[in-house]
């Protein structure tokens, strides 16, 4: 009882710390806000405004009705270009597609000669190179089924395939983003901001004040964990309620309570991380190296940016360390697929396992680590 | 001597104000030229600032003030006048490189003033002979002792033979030997540069005896001015200390009764402390050397020495904050031992650095602390109102600690100390920069708290007068006990006048014993002094080449340059990292992005279960793109599948699908695919209709259809740069690009920020460097490791992630350097607009790396992007760098291709430069 005293007075002048600083303050409000917003607005779809041309050698009705065909948002207004220009235009990345339209093709679409359409793809962007190619394919074939049929009759073929998106109908893609921004900055923060903490009362040398009372370690780690941990879920929360439900607004299929429940466990995992970091790391260059290295994994390799199945195998088994990705199935799946406890269970206790041992191993290298500092 | 053509300094009507308090108030007042200038006064009366002030680091706010005669508000007349001025800050080797050693410090200092090489070396060899340096100049200034600190930053003043020398209390926390040498040498200075005015502060009164002129401060004004003896005349004072008081207004004079100390009375009985061959060693260094020593309970035992001889050390290990090497340290009969909270509860501890909470206020640090000893409420509220009685506290209740004078807080610190009423009081250098007024006050508390209520109390000390009043005192010097009995056996014992006499003769006994050690720190034998004095003057000197040239000097930037890898170098951990961390980020991210979408979990809900259906399904199976899961039996199941993520695709195919399709019905299979993702939906649906499309292709050709003459036309993607479409020739050329901005930005901004924290920023503030050359000089060192870091990760990115470099290395590697220098300016930025390392490292990540990865085109193209999202790609450096790295890898462009990036990228660099430098001001606030 009187350890979690302690710990409540503690975290109480933890939350004072923070606050009373006008740069942390602004930077972690722009970081649930502007930040969330401008990621998640800027990553639309996949393909979006697509930069493509044409080289028409047709000139005919059908070559023309292909290119208006290819209209924002998926692409630009395509530009016509010479045959020559492609190479060039394509080094320099004016386009990302070129259509070629060879001549006589709408006389040889009508003869049934089966012209052939080539389409440059700059495949240095891998997503997009696939997803434009066929959507590019699917343009031109509909417009010529048209000229050859004169009418928006479709073909009709023995089976018929209906593809629906289940949790996301039509696809929006701000969705997925606007999330993943929020798991990546709750994951950077806590951890700077709670390393940072124990760094700074070094520097300060009030942590050395703390260590001659009768303060255990675990106190002390604690009260910072769960103070920091507690101002990023609180920012986490209104960013949840104000940006992304109100003003992106985003739906959240599953319980907000189990939200919040994950959210708090994952915290504590990655407060224990940026602790561990601080208790590690000797000068601040030093934190802030290691920072880097543990923060660019964790936001990038987490599940967001690639989902995890699709990771090499010999990173799959990395990654399983990182909490960050036991949280971004657990939020994917209550936030889009409206899963409760009995599914998410496994997540939630893989991220309290990993969060106790980052803590107990700050706990364990807490003394040693002030006694070297001098 | 007094009088002297014109003043070195006039100041008239000058006042500075940090946020509301006037630290400099309303001053008017004309310094002498030519003498040794005294400034007195207690701590935080405005004499650091005043000097800071004339001495040009400090911009002024109002009023008017000449230096050397001219205005320096004026720039250019700070320009001509800097070389001549000498500035040393306040506190031990403020503005020495704690990692450079001795010969470097000077060596740089000499640089900034621009001399040659070979005037460098005969300066250096001069100054340290006579100061006693010249063995030491391989030692880094960090492992000094305080003394010799002291003696390093008066050489590297004087490197550039100053008119006026401007010492900032250059002896507080020096051991009286130290500080007996220091002023002979000041004063051998002064006999051969008599032209040399100086100017000092001090806390010591005695010291201020042998000063020319005084200046006594108080509150930010001067009190008054004038010969030590005409002061001690104007008051009828004996000494200056009481000469000092009596200048006060009344109000601050305090009681000025003579603090009594009871005796000790002599209980016996077990000792409260009690330390055994206490040793402590830092690597090779050997902090505390077999220490041992007993205090019995109810006395007040000093610790005296100079900084740095080991007090703090060892009242660590007794406390149980640092582990001991060797020996043995028990407290109250107990062990010491780092978990035992019982102990602790007995003692309070005050450590040296002021360790309160500076954002909570004066009642809110006094309840933190009576909550955390577990105080009752009432309990609490009855200490805190005896504690702020008794410590008159009270009207400073609800102020800041923070803002709180030095006195004050010193009493704020004892009185959390002893908020639990503690047994033992342990008190590291408590009065260290008080005002000997509140000095006296505070020992009154002292005296109460151990003849009263009967506390041990352990303080340490560098006060000679403070020191007297213990019960017993122990002398340290370089981390052993010299000696310890009561303070006036020692007196007697050694025959002298004073302790502080009797320190120095136990000082210059240690030193006898062992002057052959080169571990000796102030190992000057008394005769060196004269006889260097006359080597001062022998030697003849080139003139000094301050006044040549005030424009932008290359070799005062690569002094810079030098001094940073100096830095670098000697912390080889941070190297490691930088270098072998952006390594292992390259493999980890280069293979763990994949773009590729693959193995997709799916499942099949088969209502039919006809050959039909299964021919349906076959076109899945076996596919590198999907994997296939158990097979669901219910709609439900497939709900809760995609819902535990337990499978991300579901074909459903409809009870009937094989008669319906015999009968050319048009059956229709469902794909339900889950859309969190929706980069991966999009995908996932571009697999389904292929596959599809496949199979209708399929059966076609079993009816006797050949399919491919159906369509009326043929499609011929063509994937350029890029055939086989694998993401890593994407992400390969990418990620370095991420690694090349942060770790540079990073590793600046902290290299910068620690130069304003430590305060070593000083030396640009009060020497001759331009804006440019301290940013561009700091900045090479950082550009040099990101170049070698680029080499490290373009080979890797050849050789181990196999994606070779089709196009321009020369193109690519001159992106890199402009792209580099942007990385390290914005550091730059970063670093002057904010005031701590925590903050330049906190704002540098949470700024570059959201942009980097999502608004560069890492994974999507910064053209396809919208909005806030679209223009900061625009504006980052990392986006014309990935476009670059990509198109001189995969695209293979020639250096005349890449030249558009290139430009873009070389405008970053001086852009940010420029806008730091405006940040940046050559003058402290």
């Not at chain 1, 439900?245 to 599953?254: A, F, K, Q, W, Y």
């Not at chain 2, 205090?295 to 610790?303: K, L, M, R, T, Y």
């Not at chain 2, 050319?664 to 596959?691: F, H, K, L, M, Q």
């Not at chain 2, 350097?817 to 949470?846: D, M, N, R």
Request: overall charge negative.
């Amino acid at each position: 009882m009187k350890t979690w005293i302690n710990i409540f007075w503690l975290g109480i002048k933890e939350l004072r710390s923070v606050f009373s600083d006008l740069v942390m303050v602004i930077l972690i409000i722009y970081s649930f806000s502007l930040a969330i917003y401008s990621q998640a607005t800027a990553t639309s779809e996949s393909v979006n405004n697509a930069s493509i041309a044409i080289v028409d050698e047709d000139h005919s009705t059908l070559s023309r009705a292909i290119a208006n065909a290819l209209y924002p948002p998926y692409f630009k207004t395509p530009e016509l270009i010479s045959p020559a220009e492609i190479d060039a235009s394509m080094d320099l990345d004016r386009f990302m597609f070129v259509v070629q339209i060879p001549p006589q093709f709408e006389e040889d679409v009508r003869r049934g000669r089966q012209p052939s359409v080539q389409i440059d793809i700059d495949a240095t962007a891998v997503t997009q190179a696939s997803l434009g190619n066929s959507y590019i394919q699917n343009i031109v074939v509909d417009e010529v089924n048209h000229f050859i049929n004169r009418s928006d009759e479709t073909t009709v073929y023995p089976v018929t395939l209906v593809q629906r998106r289940a949790f996301n109908p039509n696809g929006t893609g701000m969705w997925f983003g606007a999330i993943n921004a929020l798991i990546n900055q709750i994951s950077m923060i806590t951890i700077i901001l709670t390393g940072a903490a124990l760094l700074r009362e070094r520097e300060h040398g009030t942590i050395e004040h703390l260590l001659v009372m009768p303060l255990s370690s675990f106190q002390i780690v604690m009260s910072k964990v769960l103070a920091n941990g507690l101002i990023i879920l609180v920012a986490f929360s209104l960013s949840m309620l104000i940006v992304v439900e109100t003003i992106l607004d985003v739906p959240i299929s599953g319980s907000r309570f189990l939200l919040v429940g994950g959210t708090t466990i994952y915290l504590f995992a990655a407060a224990a991380i940026g602790i561990f970091l601080g208790t590690i790391a000797r000068t601040m260059a030093q934190f802030a190296l290691l920072m880097i290295m543990v923060i660019i994994p964790i936001t990038m390799l987490s599940g967001g940016l690639t989902p995890i199945e699709s990771q090499p195998e010999i990173i799959q088994p990395v990654t399983w360390f990182l909490p960050s990705r036991h949280y971004m199935s657990f939020a994917q799946a209550v936030i889009f697929r409206g899963a409760d406890i009995t599914i998410i269970w496994p997540q939630l206790l893989i991220m309290i396992g990993l969060g106790s041992i980052f803590f107990s191993a700050s706990l364990g290298l807490f003394r040693r680590s002030i006694a070297v500092s001098r | 001597m007094a009088e002297q053509d014109r003043p070195i300094a006039r100041i008239q009507g000058v006042t500075h104000s940090y946020k509301k308090v006037h630290a400099v108030d309303d001053i008017t007042l004309d310094i002498p030229s030519g003498l040794m200038v005294g400034l007195l006064g207690p701590d935080g009366v405005g004499k650091s600032t005043l000097m800071g002030l004339i001495s040009g680091a400090r911009k002024l706010q109002k009023g008017h003030l000449e230096v050397l005669g001219g205005d320096m508000t004026s720039v250019d007349h700070r320009k001509t006048v800097g070389p001549g001025i000498a500035y040393m800050p306040q506190g031990l080797g403020k503005n020495l490189y704690a990692e450079l050693s001795v010969e470097e410090n000077l060596d740089f200092f000499g640089k900034l003033f621009g001399q040659s090489t070979s005037e460098r070396k005969t300066r250096i060899e001069r100054l340290t002979k006579a100061t006693g340096l010249h063995p030491f100049l391989s030692r880094p200034a960090g492992k000094l002792s305080g003394g010799m600190k002291q003696k390093l930053g008066l050489c590297c003043s004087l490197i550039h033979d100053p008119d006026l020398l401007i010492l900032d209390e250059p002896t507080t926390g020096v051991d009286p030997l130290s500080r007996r040498q220091f002023w002979a040498l000041i004063a051998t200075i002064r006999k051969e540069r008599p032209n040399m005015s100086v100017l000092v502060s001090t806390a010591y009164m005695d010291e201020a005896e042998g000063f020319d002129w005084l200046v006594a401060m108080d509150a930010g004004q001067v009190l008054d001015t004038g010969t030590p003896e005409s002061l001690k005349e104007k008051t009828g004072a004996e000494d200056l200390e009481a000469a000092f008081v009596r200048l006060l207004p009344e109000s601050k004079r305090g009681d000025m009764s003579e603090l009594v100390i009871p005796p000790l009375e002599e209980k016996g009985g077990e000792p409260a402390i009690v330390a055994k061959n206490l040793t402590r060693r830092f690597g090779d260094f050997t902090a505390v050397d077999n220490v041992s020593f007993e205090i019995q309970a109810g006395e007040i035992f000093g610790f005296l020495g100079s900084n740095g001889c080991g007090k703090t050390t060892t009242m660590k290990m007794l406390t149980g904050l640092l582990p001991v090497s060797e020996g043995e340290a028990y407290l109250f009969g107990h062990s010491v031992n780092a978990d035992d909270l019982e102990t602790r509860k007995r003692v309070g501890f005050m450590t040296q650095a002021f360790s309160l909470y500076g954002e909570l206020s004066v009642e809110q640090n006094l309840k933190l602390h009576a909550r955390l000893f577990h105080l009752t409420p009432e309990k609490t509220a009855e200490r805190i109102n005896t504690l702020v009685e008794r410590f008159s506290l009270r009207e400073h209740l609800g102020v800041l600690a923070s803002s709180l004078p030095l006195g004050i807080r010193q009493r704020l610190s004892l009185a959390v100390a002893v908020i639990h009423e503690p047994e033992m009081l342990i008190l590291d250098e408590p009065t260290s920069g008080v005002d000997p007024i509140a000095r006296d006050g505070f020992w009154e508390l002292l005296v109460e708290l151990s003849r009263k209520d009967k506390v041990t109390i352990f303080i340490s000390t560098h006060f000679m007068n403070e020191a007297l009043r213990c019960d017993r005192i122990s002398l340290m010097h370089a981390g052993r006990v010299l000696v310890y009995d009561e303070p006036k056996h020692l007196v007697e014992a050694k025959g002298a006048a004073s302790l502080e006499e009797a320190f120095i003769g136990y000082l210059e006994d240690a030193i006898g014993d062992k002057s052959d050690e080169a571990n000796n720190d102030s190992a000057i034998p008394a005769t060196s002094l004269a006889e260097t004095a006359v080597g001062l003057s022998d030697v003849e000197l080139p003139q000094s080449s301050e006044t040549k040239k005030q424009g932008f000097s290359l070799n005062r930037l690569l002094a810079y340059s030098y001094r940073e890898i100096m830095e670098v170098m000697r912390d080889p951990v941070r190297m490691a990292f930088a270098f072998l961390g952006s390594s292992l980020l390259l493999i980890v991210i280069a293979y763990g992005i994949s773009l590729d979408v693959e193995d997709l979990t799916y499942a099949a809900l088969d209502n039919d279960k006809t050959p039909e259906s299964r021919e349906y399904l076959s076109n899945f199976e076996g596919s590198r793109y999907f994997s296939e899961q158990p097979a669901l039996t219910s709609k439900e199941e497939l709900e809760r599948r995609l819902k535990s993520n337990d499978i991300t695709l579901a074909i459903e195919i409809p009870p009937g699908f094989g008669r319906d399709l015999k009968k050319g019905e048009t059956p229709s299979v469902s794909a339900w695919i889950d859309g969190a993702n929706t980069t991966r939906a999009g995908t996932i649906a571009g697999y389904v209709s292929g596959a599809h499309i496949h199979y209708l292709t399929q059966l076609a050709t079993n009816a006797g259809v050949d399919a491919s003459a159906v369509s009326k036309v043929t499609l011929e993607p063509r994937y350029r740069y890029n055939p086989s479409f694998e993401t890593i020739y994407s992400m390969g050329p990418k990620t370095p690009a991420m690694l090349l901005l942060l770790f540079p930005a990073i590793l600046m901004a902290v290299s910068m920020a620690r130069e304003k924290e430590i305060g070593t920023i000083t030396n640009f503030y009060v020497t001759p460097t331009s804006r440019f050359e301290f940013l561009l000089g700091k900045q090479l060192p950082y550009i040099a490791i990101g170049i070698v870091n680029f080499i490290i990760l373009t080979l890797l990115v050849v050789f181990l992630l196999d994606v070779p470099l089709k196009g321009s290395l020369l193109g690519l590697s001159l992106g890199a350097l402009f792209y580099i220098f942007a990385a390290t300016s914005f550091g730059l930025l970063i670093s002057t607009v904010t005031k701590s390392q925590v903050a330049a490292v906190f704002a540098t990540a949470i700024l570059s790396i959201m942009p980097t990865i999502n608004f560069s085109g890492l994974v999507q193209p910064t053209s396809t992007m919208e909005g806030g999202g679209h223009l900061i790609g625009l504006l980052w450096p990392a986006t014309y760098y990935m476009h670059l790295s990509v198109a001189a890898f995969t695209k293979g462009l020639s250096f005349s291709e890449l030249m558009g990036d290139i430009l873009l990228l070389a405008v970053f660099g001086p852009i940010l430069v420029i806008i730091a430098a405006t940040f940046l001001k050559k003058q402290e606030a």
